[in-house]
């Protein structure tokens, strides 16, 4: 067989899932959609759910080095299947996909890895949880006792976090709707992990201690199919309460909010539709593209008006699928830290 030929037919299923997010409103047909009240069991639903089409585990963590700088860290694995039906090995209609990547003040580095399914080369094990693709891996005897690896061209780290308070689960127990027309998602997070570790740079070894949240989302069809992208916050105060909260822009203008306040206890109230106000303050030019890098939240029945700003405005994730995401800072009635990502920006 000609190898460009055989080169293009490993690439297909990779060119089929990187339609952008607004593909994530495509049709769901044969696949499992998410449920009211489904209900959880862990550990298994640490582990993958092959019968919804779009699924991940989602890492990002502010740190800080013994000189007071400041950096942030992403990982993430996705899965995504091209089909319901399910088959062993090379015909498996499973494909992964990851990246990494390491936020500092002056700088951004990401990678991107690719998989298909059924030969090993990418998965995720639920006890003991294991979740990797080719060398990069998160793993540990448990879901709250973690060990993260990966690498680029130019950077890399090595990471230990360890979960301080329980998981957190989002919307009506853990059914996330998105639009009007009632998308939604299967979601929680452990937002409550302690992380230490080494980042590798170009300038040498950094050690870096700091907070981690990770989230698990699943679903079929997320997105309605006018919603072009969303704009996601993970804040954590200086007060050790939390906020998830995000709103998807729709294609006339119009946008759907939720999120969740979360006590430093654990305790959690999932936000309705209009309570959580987002307005983008300054916008920046990166990668030919402008997007919303200070921003403005305002959450009245919890007393919250912040100013939330980027870390570094040129965050830009040059991947595959392209969008912003990197660390942030947190002013006003409620000082603290956190993670932006914004997508579907054109």
Excluded at 29 to 52: E, L, S, V, Y
Excluded at 106 to 135: K, L, M, S
Excluded at 183 to 191: T, V
Excluded at 256 to 275: D, R, Y
Aim: proline share 8%.
């Amino acid at each position: 067989m000609n190898v460009r030929f055989l080169l293009l037919l490993l690439w297909m299923p990779f060119c089929a899932m990187a339609q952008g997010f607004s593909g994530l409103g495509a049709s769901s047909d044969g696949f499992a959609m998410p449920q009211p009240q489904a209900g959880f069991a862990f550990p298994n639903d640490h582990g993958p759910h092959p019968d919804f089409s779009i699924e991940w585990w989602y890492l990002t963590a502010n740190l800080e080095s013994q000189d007071g700088t400041e950096y942030g860290i992403q990982w993430t694995l996705f899965r995504t299947a091209l089909s319901p039906e399910n088959a062993p090995g090379w015909a498996s209609p499973q494909v992964w996909f990851a990246h990494a990547a390491v936020t500092t003040p002056n700088q951004h580095f990401t990678a991107e890895r690719f998989a298909r399914g059924g030969i090993g080369q990418a998965g995720v094990q639920a006890d003991p949880f294991h979740a990797w693709i080719d060398e990069w891996s998160l793993s540990g005897p448990s879901f709250r006792a973690l060990d993260l690896h990966a690498q680029g061209a130019d950077f890399g780290y090595a990471m230990t976090l360890n979960a301080q308070g329980p998981l957190v689960f989002h919307g009506a127990q853990g059914f996330s709707v998105k639009s009007p027309n009632g998308q939604a998602s299967h979601y929680y997070s452990q937002p409550f992990f302690d992380i230490k570790g080494t980042l590798n740079l170009p300038e040498g070894p950094k050690k870096v201690t700091g907070t981690a949240w990770l989230d698990r989302e699943w679903s079929s069809q997320p997105l309605d199919d006018t919603q072009l992208g969303w704009d996601w916050f993970s804040l954590s105060f200086e007060s050790g309460s939390k906020l998830m909260g995000f709103q998807v822009r729709d294609s006339d203008g119009g946008t759907f909010t939720s999120g969740t306040w979360i006590e430093k206890t654990g305790q959690s109230v999932t936000l309705p539709h209009g309570s959580l106000t987002l307005t983008p303050k300054a916008w920046h030019s990166v990668a030919g593209r402008d997007v919303p890098v200070t921003w403005n939240l305002q959450l009245p029945e919890y007393g919250m008006d912040v100013i939330v700003d980027a870390v570094n405005p040129n965050a830009w994730m040059g991947v595959s699928i392209p969008y912003w995401e990197g660390p942030v800072s947190v002013r006003g009635s409620h000082p603290g830290k956190g993670y932006l990502e914004m997508t579907g920006y054109e």
